[in-house]
């Protein structure tokens, strides 16, 4: 009864408590702490004038102030991507240039031995053109892309996007430090799954993991990348082609990160109801990385890993589109069949059955999703010789696409399920199939959600 | 084993060295564990000064003592219940600043206090400077700088640990002054805080806890057996924790 009696009157005391507590009282708690802190060591602490530390808290004082931080953040996003485009394009015309170039002699080849017509097309015009489109059309931009975010990252700018993020991961009901575990996502969603470990509570980890793959990975870089400078930029010419190209790009992320707060903040007021915890970011001094290391590494580990990844998978992914674009089933392929028993749904939603087919078949890596499409789309019939990268574009119009197409198949790529590591980490992370199911089910119905918006609204407006 | 007089606490954010400063006072004579029904890890010792026995609590390291996690918890939970003799509070010379959000902190829960300024050796390198009397005159408790790693400015420590077990030390701590709504709605809290709490416990902090929304806290306060007198020895679970 007396321990009755003090629960009781906790109970009163903390109602009294709420009751005269100002809105944001944390706020202001933490506010008078870090004041009095800063005043004890400004009079008590000399730094010596050219202390490095010095110098990061000043570039800190504007990279993570209210009014500059987000601006920074976008500039320097915009720049990236500005100059991965700009020297992608470049690049890739010279390699498709250079693989079209070999083709020929390999057709000389393959006549000169009086090689069957099948082992040509399966050799040359599966295994070749496809590895080919493949390797020209995805190791240009991430061998820009991918040493100059290293860059960025080994000077130590990360941790400041994360604390910029901060605020408006606590808005939403979420930990701040999901906005560490989201940039880890841009690298790789599976390991930023793992990384979520980092958030102690579980409900705010839950989020986290939920909401992680709505923002590109490697293996969806490149698709970005490659639709908005064909299709989004069609109308400018010149470097505003580039920048219009870079900005659909970041909009694109941006897109991304506004989905994963409102996940997040509607999953915090339902599911997982809760109030964000503190904690607190070290932001450590800025360091000039070497450079030489850092481009090297990020080249090595990156961009070879993932077009490694991509081509083992899509080079006998090109030989088995190839046979089932070849194998008759009554008047058409296996390969039609499929993707035109997808067609129905997937033109509803923008897309159509080869795009879907490929995000099907690319479910164990997002990099393989756009060499599948390629195969399947040369397989069928329109073969088109790699000299640039207009032709590329020809093989898309070829098959119906228009800049809305290209649009839906965007935010497909940026909003769809994990890719197959990134589901088994999540299953091993949160040991339940619910979550698991949830963190497939809730990105594909978004995703489906938003291209049928999309497609709709587009045709609804006469835009299309 | 000895049969300690004086119970240390020793506390600190993550890496300045407070586990370097256990092991110098201790040496091998330590007992790690976890704290009862957590998994935290904790470490205590012995060691002698002058002929006094003390037992010394290796907390866990901590940025805050907000209860955002069982770290905070159970560091707020040993000063609050177990009511330590001394705590000495170890700071990162070279990162003073986000230091002394925790002393602050600290500051508020007790008076009894001692900050010793860790790593000073790498400070001096980095060109830092401080100005440690008058860091302790502003803070109202004594400040010893040292490093640990060097076994440099133990011996200070020790004397000042010294002074304060036999009362020649009178701390004045600093109080933070927090913005006008908050002081009005700690002064309105504190009668009815002082009622139901009791005075066992810094009123003033906990009305801010409170203010706060620390629900924790509460819990935790329930939980514990209402004192019954103000002479109870503060280490009478010294024996149990231990054991453990």
Known sequence: ?464 | MINATYTIALMGNPNTGKSTLFNVLTGLRQHTGNWPGKTVTHAEGEFVYRGIAYRIVDLPGTYSLYSNSADEEVARDFLLFERPNITIVVVDATALERNLNLVLQVLEMTDRVIVAINLIDEAKKKGIRINTKKLATKLGVPVVPMSARNKEGIDELLKTVDAFVHGQLHPTPIAVPYSVEIEQSIAKLLPLVKEIVGDDYPARWVALRLLDGDTSLLSALNQQPPRLTKEEAPYACCGSVKSV
């Open chain 1, 1 to 464: 009864m007396h321990v009755a009696d003090r629960s009781n009157l906790f109970d009163r005391l903390m109602e009294e408590a709420q009751s005269l507590a100002p809105a944001d009282t944390r706020e202001q708690i933490v506010t008078a702490i870090f004041q009095t802190s800063a005043a004890l060591c400004r009079e008590t602490v000399t730094n010596a004038p050219k202390a490095a530390k010095d110098h990061t808290l000043q570039i800190d004082r504007i990279v993570t102030s209210r009014r500059w931080g987000f601006v920074i953040m976008l500039a320097m996003l915009a720049a990236v991507l500005y100059m991965t485009i700009a020297g992608a394009n470049v690049l890739s015309e010279s390699l498709a240039h250079l693989f079209g170039w070999v083709e020929q002699y390999l057709t000389l080849l393959f006549q000169a031995v009086h090689a069957p017509h099948w082992l040509y097309g399966l050799l040359v015009l599966g295994l070749y053109r496809g590895t080919a489109w493949v390797v020209s059309v995805m190791l240009p931009p991430m061998a820009i892309f991918f040493p100059v975010f290293a860059l960025l990252e080994n000077y130590g700018y990360l941790p400041r996007v994360a604390f910029n993020l901060d605020r408006l991961f606590k808005k939403a009901g979420a930990h701040g430090k999901q906005a560490l575990t989201m940039a880890m996502g841009f690298g790789c969603n599976a390991a930023a799954v793992i990384s979520t470990r980092i958030i102690e509570s579980p409900r705010e980890r839950t989020l986290a993991i939920l909401t992680n793959s709505f923002v590109p990975c490697n293996g969806r870089w490149p698709t970005l990348i490659l639709l908005s400078s064909l299709f989004m930029a069609a109308g400018y010419t010149g470097s505003w082609n580039t920048l219009v190209t870079a900005a659909v790009v970041v909009a694109m992320v941006l897109f991304g990160i506004i989905v994963t707060l409102t996940v997040s903040w509607v999953l915090s007021k339902t599911a997982l109801r809760g109030i964000p915890t503190h904690y607190t970011l070290e932001l450590p001094p800025y360091r000039r990385p070497k450079i030489a290391e850092t481009v090297i590494r990020a080249t090595l580990d990156k961009t070879w890993y993932v077009l490694k990844r991509a081509v083992t998978v899509a080079a006998p992914a090109g030989v088995i589109t190839w046979v089932l674009g070849n194998v008759p089933i009554g008047d058409t392929t296996a390969l039609s069949a499929f993707a035109g028993w997808l067609d129905p749904f997937a033109k509803t939603i923008g897309l159509d059955g080869y795009i879907l087919m490929a995000f099907l078949l690319g479910l164990p890596a997002n990099e393989i999703v756009l060499p599948v499409l390629l195969m399947g789309y040369l397989s069928a019939g329109a073969l088109t010789e790699i000299d640039s990268l207009h032709s590329l574009k020809h093989i898309f119009l070829a098959h119906g696409w228009t800049w809305l197409t290209a649009l839906n198949m965007m935010l497909f790529s940026l909003l769809h399920y994990p890719c197959g590591t990134t589901l088994v980490n999540i299953y091993k992370e949160t040991k339940s199939t619910k979550w698991t199911f949830v963190a497939f089910a809730l990105p594909t119905a978004i995703a489906v959600a938003v291209t049928f918006t999309t497609a709709r609204l587009a045709r609804w407006l006469g835009l299309v």
